[in-house]
């Protein structure tokens, strides 16, 4: 396989690099009350990573001091951080647009059942797993009772106004395959979620995302395991389409993970691969001059973001 | 030509996949394409179905590479988007894989319909649409035994 650098060399990107910051990707952290089969993070209720207080507070500071447009909470369950909530309230105060990826099934623990009403009296974007329309897929990809659970939560988000006409109560839903193989074309499979939720469920939602399952984590495993990971990253790599790399998130994303490390996506944070050496490491050094166009750091996982029409925490990359 | 939204040119892509593997000396083209071992004079196969053979599609085109390319270029026509979705005209393959019985285009057309969005209810759907034409197809051939029947019968 040709390394991906390489690969950008070859077509005139010897060294990518970000071109603004207009994303901070928040990780807060690797506790969630599911673990899918498809979490590149290997999340679960076991896992102890959380982010303190301390690195929220760095956080605030930054974005405050350097009116980072938009935050983008993630996990784990970002939900499940005690310290979620007051984070979301001081960015709201900052003006900050907040976004929030949600598995649903949070919504329905013990003590989170206002999470509804706090997200909408703060104006906080979801982006809600969903990865079909289908129960039996989704139980399979995300555990036994997933799927009536996920509907119960998009009720609840529907009644206080999400998916509705208000563009600030945005309600949009990732779907990622279920599978060693690559998502459908975006728009397509939004018009049939669209029919099939409103029609047997009367749920309403903005935007389908597709994403692609990164070939790591507990995906990686299930390649492995499978003997389909050859034939997975064969695919990845003659899938390569160069339309997508202007677009690719980490040259507009900056990734923090729950202690305060700094990467150039998620992906890379679950690999450990931090920021290139010599580059600001941590959110306390967070230095835009340095990280707004800094050299990426590249692996064979980022055949990921560029297959096909491409793939990133806000769906496809390229047209068709 | 332009690179398509389809994930449903199955064939297609595999001459692109096997065409990249070559071209970058590519270890996993290695895997699927070199160390298949092909049988030699006077040996037997172990089976005339091999999975990796889907892989080697592209080597239809060594020999008279124009109707190759012609083939290629209808083929991708065909399966893009039109009138029907890329979904649709997958499970149409999917159904007609059945009908022929081609080990290959089951597996690629399987492939096809999870990438265009589809699942196993309608995959499903679409095999006992190919069975039941192939059911009718059968059947109505009766007319025919009737007829020779009645023209040779007193």
Not at chain 1, 34 to 56: F, N, S, V, W, Y
Not at chain 1, 92 to 112: A, F, S, V, Y
Request: glycine share 8%; net charge neutral; hydrophobic share 40%.
């Amino acid at each position: 396989m040709l390394p991906f650098a390489r690969k950008l060399e070859d077509l005139g990107y010897p060294d990518l690099k970000a071109d603004r910051i207009n994303i901070l990707q928040v990780n807060l952290g690797w506790r969630c009350n599911q673990a899918c089969k498809h979490c590149h993070l290997l999340a679960g209720p076991q896992r102890p990573e959380q982010m303190a207080r301390d690195t929220i507070e760095e956080i605030i500071r930054v974005v405050k001091r350097w009116s980072i447009p938009t935050v983008d909470l993630t996990g784990g369950a970002p939900e499940l951080n005690p310290h979620y909530e007051y984070l979301v309230e001081r960015l709201d105060q900052l003006g900050t647009h907040i976004l929030t990826r949600c598995n649903l099934t949070i919504l329905l623990e013990p003590g989170k059942e206002h999470l509804p009403e706090f997200f909408r009296d703060h104006r906080v974007e979801l982006v809600c797993s969903l990865p079909y329309y289908q129960e039996d897929l989704v139980d399979r990809l995300r555990g036994a009772g997933v799927f009536q659970k996920s509907l119960d939560a998009l009720r609840r988000l529907n009644r206080v106004g999400y998916g509705e006409a208000d563009p600030d109560l945005k309600l949009n839903l990732m779907y990622n395959p279920a599978g060693a193989y690559l998502p459908p074309e975006e728009a397509a499979l939004e018009a049939v979620y669209r029919r099939e939720l409103a029609e047997r469920h009367q749920i309403r939602f903005h935007r389908l995302l597709t994403l692609l399952n990164m070939p790591i984590g507990r995906f990686k495993e299930f390649l492995e395991r499978s003997k389909n990971y050859e034939r997975y990253m064969g695919k990845l790599v003659s899938g390569f389409n160069p339309a997508t790399v202007a677009g690719l998130m980490c040259r507009s994303l900056i990734s923090v993970a729950w202690d305060g490390r700094l990467f150039d996506c998620d992906f890379n944070q679950a690999l450990d691969l931090p920021l290139l050496p010599g580059l600001p490491q941590t959110i306390r050094e967070f230095d835009p001059e340095a990280l707004a166009t800094r050299p990426i750091r590249l692996g064979d996982h980022c055949y990921g973001c560029t297959a096909g029409l491409g793939s990133s925490c806000g769906g496809k990359l390229a047209e068709g | 030509m332009a690179r398509t939204t389809s994930t449903v040119i199955p064939f297609a892509r595999i001459g692109r996949q096997a065409q990249n593997r070559q071209e970058h000396n590519s270890p996993v083209g290695e895997g699927l394409l070199m160390n298949r071992r092909i049988a030699g004079p006077g040996e037997k196969m172990s089976h005339y179905y091999e999975e990796d053979d889907l892989e080697r599609f592209p080597e239809i085109g060594k020999y008279r590479p124009d109707l190759y390319d012609i083939f290629m270029n209808y083929y991708q026509g065909v399966m893009s988007a039109g009138a029907l979705t890329t979904r649709e005209k997958a499970l149409i393959a999917l159904a007609v894989a059945h009908a022929v019985q081609c080990p290959y285009c089951i597996d690629a057309y399987t492939r096809g319909s999870l990438e265009a969005g589809s699942n196993l209810e309608e995959m499903t759907e679409a095999i006992h649409v190919a069975a039941a034409i192939r059911g009718g197809a059968t059947l109505v051939h009766g007319i025919q035994v009737h007829n020779a029947a009645a023209k040779i019968t007193m």
